[in-house]
């Protein structure tokens, strides 16, 4: 799940990535675009009180940016309340957010 907000800094929009308690995992990882598709820059942090994994950025607004979820390190992820999706050279989808 996706959740666009204003932000306090002019020309940007908060966003918070979110993936469900559901996801079983001991890291996550948000990679794309907006950190250069480093995995070990956006870690998702699993909240105690409902177990939702999620992490919010301040990205620049009036962009689309490339994204996927990296599971434990080996398992991507899309995410499907993306604003589209883009085929990639290993043969699946990344998700796009559109600032």
């Not at 409902?50 to 009036?62: H, K, M, N, Q």
């Amino acid at each position: 799940m996706i959740r666009k907000s204003p932000s306090s800094r002019p020309g940007f929009l908060r966003v918070t990535f979110e993936l469900p308690s559901t996801v079983w995992a001991e890291r996550v990882a948000l990679v794309g675009e907006f950190n250069d598709w480093d995995k070990q820059h956006d870690f998702l942090t699993q909240d105690h009180t409902d177990a939702i994994w999620r992490v919010t950025l301040e990205l620049e607004a009036g962009r689309q940016y490339q994204f996927r979820y990296l599971v434990n390190g080996t398992d991507w992820h899309n995410d499907w309340s993306a604003d589209a999706y883009q085929p990639n050279v290993q043969g699946s989808d990344n998700s796009i957010i559109i600032t």
